[in-house]
């Protein structure tokens, strides 16, 4: 990652040459704490002996293969009930970011847009390859990678992602004018990220950000920096 040169990352907004990725960690609890990871937690509490966490990685293992629904249904109600940083996204959506990549496990950034009356195009991977229109800084497009919990659709555990890299590796089903603006970019920006996790470091390979890197720029973000 390198230093940020703001001025030339300013003008690659501008000229839609910059991609936004937001990690989970962006959304934290009112101690301070990222969101998805105290769910996990309160999981493992709620459904003792069925269900474990790998903390480091972020991943919940099903003992009990019914155990899985009751949390789906859990990540359902939990993310149905409040948005969170929405403060963050607000100020990201004053920024003409024409692409916005998310893996976080709920919908909070479409909303902090639509407050802000910013058009845009809410996008979520379901393992249907829904077509999108071309991203642009007047109608970004906000994609959801991992899915949506409140469709009852994200990655919980090693296995799901497992899957995931399989159907995007072979069957070709990311938005096409998604992957080709994420490609066509010089400048790509990470908030939200541990980047110590090897499954996050394996997703950017698998998008290609290993391609042309001489020509690609890369910023990560420390989430709790955007936090008073």
Known sequence: MSDINWNRLSRAIRNEG?????????????????????????????YSGEITYDEKEGFLFFIEPEAKNDVIYDFKEYYEKQNFAQEV?????????HLIISLTPDDSIHHAFAENGVAHDFVYFDSNKAEVEKPTKDKPLIYSLFGLSTEGKYILSQE???????????????PTKMISALRAASNYIFIGFDFEKW??????????FHKDKESKTRHAVNASDTHS
């Not at 990725?21 to 309160?42: A, N, R, S, T, W």
């Not at 799901?160 to 990311?174: C, E, Q, T």
């Not at 499954?199 to 998008?207: F, N, P, Q, W």
């Open 89 to 97: 996204y607000s100020m990201i959506a004053a920024i003409p970011f």
């Open 160 to 174: 799901d992602y497992f899957n995931y890299i399989k159907a995007v590796l072979s069957d070709d089903i990311l």
């Open 199 to 208: 499954h996050v470091r394996l997703l950017l390979m698998i998008l290609n």
């Open 18 to 46: 910059s991609v936004l990725f937001i990690g989970p960690d962006i959304e934290k609890d009112q101690q301070g704490m990222p969101v998805l990871q105290q769910l996990c937690k309160k999981m493992v509490d709620t």
